[in-house]
């Protein structure tokens, strides 16, 4: 079921009919133009979940440091023992891997606080290669933990790596579903992320799907449209007060909404869009639009 609201559709509508009509009624091209229609909601949401990676690291330096002293003590027991060399290499390698992502978090950390960033891309590098790290040592933290139970006499040292390993895991798990927002969707603590990711990927076909089919019924409208003006041209018309009209038309005839909405919408659009003398005249005709 759509959550996106009408208003939203709406003006993402009147962008799709404004860029139609500017370019003399051509097919308008739908990646160049959701690059551009959504380039900030992109920005947002890009911000918004570099934020949420930082949230949820933010214990990572006291646990990197108990790590690292762990997984010393560790090493300074097993080193002298050839039984133990295969269970040690694993020990380093997820240390190693750690350590890599712990810088990774602060990388992310240091371009999100960059002011002379002028587009959000960096920021998407940082953060991807956080999430890939997260699910690289979330994964080596798996395949290492069962194989403590074959080493009893180390015991008491593995016990207290595995608190920490076990520790990180739950942030590392968090982190790697923040790659995929749908795997959020039952997590009150970022309903808002989650709620922006859904809206953009929303708005597009519901846009789309609006647009068109007003463009569809252009040539239905128009005579409607000119015998509403009272033989004023809509050649003359301003192109976003004709986009507005073409909405209002539609949405009157077409989808069957209550006059009131459809008159406070379109209005609200031209307030919006247009500006106040322009609002006026829209009400005006959508008005007279209805009682026909």
Known sequence: MMNISRSKVRQGALSYLYAYLSNGSQPV???VFWSIAQ???VDHL???RAKALLHVCRATADSARLLAERVQNLENLMHADLTAAG???DVQRYANQSSNFDAAVK???YCLADKRRDTTDQLVLCAGDVMRLAKAVLGLGRDMLPRFADFPAYRPQLEALAAVVNRRARMLETCSQLEDLKALEDNKEYAGLVRMHQDMLELRPA?????KAIIAHIPLMEPRLEALLNNYSTERLDVVDKCILYIALYEL???GLDVPIVVSEV???ANEYSGSKSAQFIHGVVAAAAKN
Do not use: G
């Open 29 to 31: 091209d739908s990646a």
């Open 87 to 89: 269970l040690l290499e």
């Open 207 to 211: 846009v789309e799907t609006l647009a």
């Open 253 to 255: 005839t077409e989808n």
């Open 267 to 269: 209005t609200s659009l």
């Open 39 to 41: 380039e900030k909601e």
């Open 46 to 48: 890009r911000t918004a």
């Open 107 to 109: 990388a992310l950390q």
